[in-house]
């Protein structure tokens, strides 16, 4: 497994707090040219007992189809040069509209079999607050454009659970549950193969956070985030859809490979600024227990290209048996397919009263019911375990 995290976006959209840095004059070639560097260096962490790949970001697509092909040629050179079981890149409506159809077919003849695209919504005044630089009329294009293409694998993130701004964008701007109905709806006639849909939190750092300090922004009622929430699960399931984790809805047969690997802890290899690494170094049981880490810093990633030494901008902590239990037990109750019983150590009278469900093969799992308080639930399974 391969994460690459390419740090550049045109702008700052109002909610992310991902590491990212606005596209430099000079291009981009100097951060692929580290890229690469790292790569090589560190080519011996990557492990395919999941051979995928996923680019993100930041925004991919603000690269050059000629950057993209260096990073392979990297891989390659490496060892790890594909075909990929699934490769990943993400997408901004404003860059495939822009660049054209002949990026994309460029992008898939590269290997190229998934594209996850950033719509988040449809609605005008919740985009601009957002300060994304599409409009609802450019996702729909940016749609069309990708099928005509060739894409055949395509999934859109959406956000729901905003609140009030006040004062922002020429007015008062409010994310009403009409609005997520009418989200959902749009979002469903482009038939997208994947559906990620994320409840809003104050990231550290973003601008809705200095909006909620200056009192320019009041966050949505829970009982309102939790009323779109059933809203979205009952939506898609009706049209089709397997919830298989939290966050994320698939048509049967386009569940994420990539990302469903990180929820059963798969040991992946992460390169470029900011991005995470699961080494396989394991205890007895074969559990990956070191897990790695780029500082946040472009420039310090770049200086480290040049001498060679990319442990001067890495971080590492290595993780006990009781932290990997625990891990195991929040990343899995994320999912449809839960965990053993065993790892919370349930019997049957018990399951129920934890907030769990039993499945086949001595397994539970969070119902979809009360996955909205899934953290909840999770939360108050380590502490009495």
């Known amino acids: 497994m391969i994460y690459i995290h390419v740090p550049y976006c045109r702008s700052f959209c109002s909610y992310c707090g991902f590491y990212s840095e606005l596209v430099p004059k000079c291009g981009t070639e100097a951060f692929v040219n580290a890229l690469c560097v790292e790569i090589t260096a560190r080519a011996e962490e ?19 189809l000629s950057a993209f092909a260096r990073i392979l040629e990297a891989l390659k050179a490496s060892g790890h040069g594909g ?96 609005v997520w109905e009418r989200t959902l709806a749009q979002a469903l006639e482009l038939h997208p193969e994947h559906i990620s849909a994320y409840q809003l939190s104050i990231e550290e750092g973003s601008a809705i956070e200095k909006l909620l300090e200056r009192g320019k922004y009041s966050e949505a009622d829970d009982d309102d985030c939790a009323a779109q929430y059933s809203s979205l699960c009952k939506v898609l399931a009706d049209a089709g859809y397997h919830h298989y984790e939290v966050s994320n809805f698939a048509l049967p047969g386009h569940e994420a490979v990539h990302n469903a690997a990180y929820w059963r802890r798969v040991p992946y290899a992460g390169f470029g600024p900011g991005a995470h690494t699961l080494l396989p170094a394991s205890l007895p049981g074969g559990d990956p227990v070191m897990r790695t880490w780029n500082n946040p810093s472009l420039k310090g990633y770049l200086k480290a290209a040049v001498s060679g030494d990319f442990e001067s901008v890495r971080e590492r902590e290595t993780l006990g048996p009781e932290e990997v239990r625990d891990e195991k037990i929040m990343l899995g109750l994320r999912t449809s397919e839960g965990i053993p019983a065993s790892l919370v150590g349930t019997d049957p009278a018990s399951v129920e009263s934890m907030g769990l469900e039993s499945l086949q093969g001595d397994r539970v799992r969070i119902p979809e019911s009360r996955l909205f308080v899934s953290d909840l639930i999770t939360g108050e399974l380590l502490r009495q375990s």
Do not use: C, W
């Open 83 to 178: 075909p990929y079981e699934e490769f990943t890149v993400e997408v901004n409506p404003e860059d495939v509209l822009e660049k054209g159809e002949g990026y994309v077919r460029g992008l898939l003849a590269l290997g190229v079999n998934r594209i996850s695209m950033g719509v988040q919504s449809f609605d005008p005044g919740v985009l601009k607050v957002m300060n994304r630089r599409h409009d609802a009329a450019g996702a729909l294009a940016a749609v069309r454009l990708l099928r005509s293409a060739g894409v055949k694998n395509l999934g859109i993130d959406l956000i729901f659970g905003l609140g009030r701004f006040e004062g922002v964008a020429g007015g008062q701007v409010e994310f009403s549950s009409e």
């Open 46 to 64: 990557i492990t395919e007992e999941v051979n995928t790949l996923y680019i993100g970001g930041g925004t991919p697509s603000v690269l050059p």
